[in-house]
């Protein structure tokens, strides 16, 4: 019988959620005092307000304070994408040509490394001075985290409501990975919101998964992913492919071709810097002797080779919301394993990976992810932090979802239905 493709389920009433709001086993822990203010949908909705307001407010005194300075790197990344766009523009390609010539290294500044349609995209913002497509290119993006986070919590069963949304704007403000995408302008907040159309199922996790790749190639360990999912996701991707590689191609025929040079060189690169978080690189940091790095560098290919394997079986085999959300977490973490794709920004993409698992989780599990995004904040410090705390985030949010669902044999069971509500019985 061949697999149907995966479309959420909201069954019956469901009610808002929250970060703060006792799990459904709380193991006791819901009836202590000060917890069972908890249960108070007006006093969550309040403190995630006030999270969002406050951090907002803080982060956005020190961007504007940032902004001001020539060293600042306001935008850094996303200057790269404008000159490659004009560059594209003037000749056909957005290569340096130094780059058609040998190995690229995974840094430094006038090396646009990504496929020709972002630089296309981003064509009309040539004529815009450099602040003013900075700013709008932040904007852009903090919408597209939000949404990420917005999104991930509705596939997993959370109804639409003010709480809902403070929340993901709360989450969003917290998470310091977010603040260094949208200082430095490049691309993860995007990343993030396919990751989550990625852990809708059908023809969404098709646009999601081949859109990212398309926007930047480290992505493409999500499209495994779609293999376990059925015709309309593999359709969606091929179409999206199409679509996206056909217009450019007529558009820039040229830069495709420079492309196709400068993809192996990509590989060919190093990306031996102090500020990768790939486990090789850690332990090089922190002194590890040099059998160890090497034992780490083929352990992390390793496992990034059986995440992207076991990807599509767990989509397959398990049907509805943990599937697809666990299917997409192996995709995440294999991209993350990448020793060229290992960056503190990238981490965006963990966001909604932990929205998916957060209404679902034991208190348990919640207190682990909430250890493990702080972690990764005070990766800002010290990026080892951050390294373990990717690490315990990707692996708790997968035991979440694994637990959560069970395997099918060879037949289709009807989609899970997603957790209804995070908030404790009335």
Not at 243 to 266: E, K
Request: charged share 10%; aromatic share 6%; hydrophobic share 55%.
């Amino acid at each position: 019988m061949p697999i149907q493709p995966f479309t959420p389920a909201r069954p019956g009433p469901q009610r808002p959620v929250s970060l703060l709001a006792p799990a459904p086993v709380s193991l006791g822990i819901a009836g202590l005092p000060g917890v069972r203010t908890l249960h108070s949908p007006a006093f969550r909705l309040l403190i995630a307000t006030t999270i969002a307001l406050l951090g907002g407010l803080v982060l956005g005194a020190a961007m504007l304070r940032q902004a001001s300075q020539p060293g600042g790197q306001f935008g850094i990344d996303l200057a790269d994408y404008r000159l490659a766009a004009e560059r594209i523009a003037a000749t056909g390609s957005p290569y340096a040509p130094e780059m058609l010539l040998g190995p690229i290294d995974a840094q430094g500044q006038d090396r646009y490394r990504y496929p020709p349609p972002l630089a296309q995209v981003l064509i009309p913002t040539t004529a815009l001075a450099a602040e003013t497509a900075a700013s709008l290119w932040l904007v852009l993006q903090a919408i597209a985290t939000i949404t990420a986070v917005w999104l991930a919590l509705g596939v997993a069963g959370v109804r639409r409501h003010a709480e809902r949304a403070a929340w993901s704007v709360a989450g969003c403000v917290l998470f310091m990975p977010v603040f260094d995408t949208l200082w430095k302008g490049n691309v993860s907040g995007f990343v993030a919101l396919g990751v989550t159309f990625a852990a809708m199922g059908g023809a969404r996790a098709g646009i999601g998964a081949m859109g990212a790749t398309l926007l930047k190639v480290a992505p493409v360990t999500m499209l495994p992913v779609l293999l376990g999912g059925g015709r309309r996701a593999m359709g969606a991707a091929g179409l999206t492919a199409a679509i996206g590689v056909g217009l450019s191609v007529l558009l820039a025929p040229q830069a495709w071709a420079d492309y196709l040079v400068v993809l192996p060189n990509l590989l060919a690169g190093s990306s031996d810097h102090a500020t990768n978080l790939a486990p090789a690189a850690t332990l090089a940091r922190l002194g590890a002797p040099a059998a160890m790095v090497d034992v780490a560098r083929l352990a992390a290919g390793a496992v990034a080779v059986a995440c992207t394997l076991a990807a599509p079986l767990v989509a397959w085999r398990r049907q509805g919301v943990p599937g697809w959300a666990a299917a997409t977490t192996l995709g995440v973490a294999a991209m993350l394993l990448l020793p060229a794709a290992c960056w503190y920004h990238y981490l965006v993409a963990l966001l909604p990976v932990a929205a998916l698992a957060w209404p679902v989780a034991s208190i348990r599990a919640r207190v682990a992810l909430l250890v493990a995004a702080a972690l990764i904040t005070a990766g800002v410090a010290a990026l080892a932090s951050a390294t373990i705390g990717a690490t315990l985030l990707v692996m708790v949010a997968l035991r979440v979802h694994l637990r959560a669902g069970a395997p099918t044999a060879r037949t289709v069971r009807p989609p899970m239905a997603p957790h209804a509500s995070i908030a404790p019985a009335a």
